[in-house]
T-cell receptor, first 115, second 113 residues
Framework: DAMVIQNPRYQVTQFGKPVTLSCSQTLNHNVMYWYQQKSSQAPKLLFHYYDKDFNNEADTPDNFQSRRPNTSFCFLDIRSPGLGDAAMYLC??????????????FGPGTRLTVL | SQQGEEDPQALSIQEGENATMNCSYKTSINNLQWYRQNSGRGLVHLILIRSNEREKHSGRLRVTLDTSKKSSSLLITASRAADTASYFCATNDRGSTLGRLYFGRGTQLTVWP
């Protein structure tokens, strides 16, 4: 089945130790999104890619970076995680149908714990 | 930043009852989407309703959209314990880039057996 895969599902890191979260998709969608979701809050968009064009949200901290080496893969790098970065990180994809944007398909998320 | 606001924040019902959740938003939209999230999991897309549509159905789900009131509702009929989850509305706003969505805080639905 076509899907969005995130690895790892659970990630534990230490304060200040860089971490990379991975997302891959088999849907061949041209847009990929990274969201941060803290407990009992709405998902918050960090950035998104249209193909290789990167779009950063204005309030996304510089500590967060992203790479999309090809259509299928997208990575979220947190350069120096702080305690406040502990959250669920969700990857999603979407496609332009030719006249409208389709729904977003989400991966299962990576739960990041910062010690 | 947030666009949709769900109401109520929490809803607790018995199996077999209907559950209604509401969403209000502030700007003009291309579409509004409802998602479900089980605890600690990713979001699952339920229904997308476009700005020129008023009602959509999918199984036990019914979504309405009133663009004049900038509001939407999600009705789950004959609820089951397995429907227990958080439900989010999200809007794709006119003028936003690349299908960007704005999510509300969600409604936590608990269905008791």
């Amino acid at each position: 089945d076509a899907m969005v895969i995130q690895n790892p599902r659970y990630q534990v890191t230490q304060f200040g130790k860089p971490v990379t979260l991975s997302c891959s998709q088999t849907l061949n969608h041209n847009v990929m999104y990274w969201y941060q979701q803290k407990s009992s809050q709405a998902p918050k968009l960090l950035f998104h890619y249209y193909d290789k064009d990167f779009n950063n949200e204005a309030d996304t901290p510089d500590n967060f970076q992203s790479r999309r080496p090809n259509t299928s893969f997208c990575f979220l790098d947190i350069r120096s995680p702080g305690l406040g970065d502990a959250a669920m990180y969700l990857c999603a994809t979407s496609n332009w149908s030719g006249w409208a944007w389709d729904e977003q398909f989400f991966g299962p998320g990576t739960r990041l714990t910062v010690l | 930043s947030q666009q949709g606001e769900e109401d109520p924040q929490a809803l607790s019902i018995q199996e077999g009852e209907n559950a209604t959740m509401n969403c209000s938003y502030k700007t003009s939209i291309n579409n509004l989407q409802w998602y479900r999230q089980n605890s600690g999991r990713g979001l699952v897309h339920l229904i997308l309703i476009r700005s020129n549509e008023r009602e959509k159905h999918s199984g036990r789900l019914r979504v309405t959209l009133d663009t004049s009131k900038k509001s939407s509702s999600l009705l789950i009929t004959a609820s089951r314990a397995a429907d227990t989850a958080s439900y989010f509305c999200a809007t794709n706003d006119r003028g936003s880039t690349l299908g960007r969505l704005y999510f509300g805080r969600g409604t936590q639905l608990t269905v008791w057996p």
